[in-house]
Nanobody
Framework: QVQLVESGGGLVQPGGSLRLSCAAS????????MTWLRQAPGKGLEWVST????????RYSDSVKGRFTVRRDNAKNMLYLQMNSLKPEDTAVYYC???????????GRPGTRVTVSS
């Protein structure tokens, strides 16, 4: 059974940094391309970043490019999102999922909440 647990969110001031983590289990993590998404209050899901299974290909949305960095540790079955220069518009609940899975798999999951506010 696929399990993904996000952590690392919190309250941070504009310009600050946070590192989100996603612990994966129940599947072969090293074979899975992974993606980060977020959902701001009252808005739909927004794609943030995708990383291939080997970490060789990484993409970012224009809204986070240059500020966020995704990486993975296949030995530890962990996915990370380093977020720097945070802005109030980055406030959202952040989720990780396998690229092959649908957004509906996020239903009922808490994700990790990031609030950027002074």
């Amino acid at each position: 059974q696929v399990q993904l647990v996000e952590s690392g969110g919190g309250l941070v001031q504009p310009g600050g940094s946070l590192r989100l983590s996603c612990a994966a289990s129940g599947f072969t993590f090293s074979a899975a391309s992974m993606t980060w998404l977020r959902q701001a209050p009252g808005k739909g899901l927004e794609w943030v970043s995708t990383i291939t299974n080997d970490g060789e290909v990484i993409r970012y949305s224009d809204s986070v490019k240059g500020r966020f960095t995704v990486r993975r540790d296949n030995a530890k079955n962990m996915l990370y999102l380093q977020m720097n220069s945070l802005k109030p518009e980055d406030t959202a609940v952040y989720y990780c999922r396998r690229v092959v899975d649908r957004d509906s798999t996020l239903n009922g999951r808490p994700g990790t909440r990031v609030t950027v506010s002074s």
